[in-house]
């Protein structure tokens, strides 16, 4: 399960404003890189929407089957809102359907029949 904890505003290439459903996944428990202890930390994906404000917002607290998961990217910049720190990072956080992956697979194995 995921739940949309807030909305963001975007611009497409076209110069068109659409909004966002920033989505969490529950807290996990990973272990530090750089230290080897233990903490909880939530995933979050950005889903774009064809909703206007108003109805994205009224999504929030909403909860969806589904999770996020880590994809692979080619490298990039990333600044750190907090501290402002830029680092570089190869990855995105994306989330996935269950049903809509089901889908897919059943589409590409009845292509190969």
């Known amino acids: 399960m995921v739940t949309v904890k807030e909305i963001k505003k975007?611009?497409?290439s076209k110069g068109e404003e659409f909004f966002m459903l920033v989505v969490e996944s529950g807290a996990m428990a990973v272990k530090s890189k750089k230290t080897g202890r233990l903490y909880f930390t939530a995933k979050r994906a950005y889903v774009s929407t064809s909703?206007?404000?108003?109805?994205?917002?009224?999504?929030?607290g909403m909860e969806f089957e589904g999770t996020i998961r880590k994809v692979e990217t080619d490298p990039y910049e990333y600044t750190i809102e907090e501290t402002g720190e830029i680092i570089e990072m190869s990855h995105r956080w994306e989330y996935v359907d269950p049903a809509l992956e089901m889908q897919e697979q059943l589409v590409e194995e009845a292509a190969v029949i």
């Open 10 to 12: 975007a611009e497409n």
């Open 51 to 60: 909703f206007d404000e108003k109805t994205a917002s009224s999504l929030i």
